[in-house]
């Protein structure tokens, strides 16, 4: 149940964030070519001009994509206590308040896919500006039937 509760709250405050800020452009790379190398090329090309960031690992959890589109850590501990989750939440609430002063001008963020549908869990709340898909590969389309 508090899983549940942790991902609503993400969500809430994933949605927050960007009605609040959509000065902030959000750009997501998925696909089986290569994801972490274009990622990497689109945000070194992107900080020339603008504040940048770029996640440099790939998700871990259910909640990895909600905390590095905010820019906040997960709890370091490998059996995080309620407590710690709350402080994470309570800190994606603080970011997605309008008074918050957003620390970048664009996100990049990838977008991994292990199975049929955990991309489109996202579709009903968030649109980024830009989504790169690097290259399907008949590999990849294996692990979907």
């Given at each position: 149940m ?6 609503k709250?993400?969500?809430?405050s ?6 609040n800020?959509?000065e902030?452009?959000?750009?997501v ?11 990497r090329a689109?945000g070194?090309v ?46 994606a ?15 990049i963020?990838?977008?991994v ?22 290259g399907?590969t008949?590999?990849?389309?294996d692990?979907?039937?």
């Open positions: 508090f899983k549940k509760h942790i991902k709250s993400l969500t809430k994933l949605i927050r964030y960007r009605q800020h959509p902030v452009k959000l750009i790379i998925s696909g089986s070519i290569d994801k972490a190398a274009t990622k689109v070194e992107l900080a020339t001009k603008y504040r940048v960031r770029v996640h440099e690992h790939q998700q871990h959890s259910p909640y990895t994509f909600y905390l590095n589109v905010l820019g906040i850590k997960a709890p370091e501990k490998a059996k995080p206590s309620c407590y710690d989750w709350m402080r994470v939440l309570r800190a609430r603080y970011r997605a308040k309008p008074k918050h002063q957003p620390e970048v001008d664009v996100i963020q990838e977008m896919a292990f199975a049929p549908g955990e991309i489109s869990q996202f579709k009903e709340f968030l649109r980024p500006d830009i989504a790169i898909i690097t399907i008949p590999e990849y389309m692990a979907f039937q």
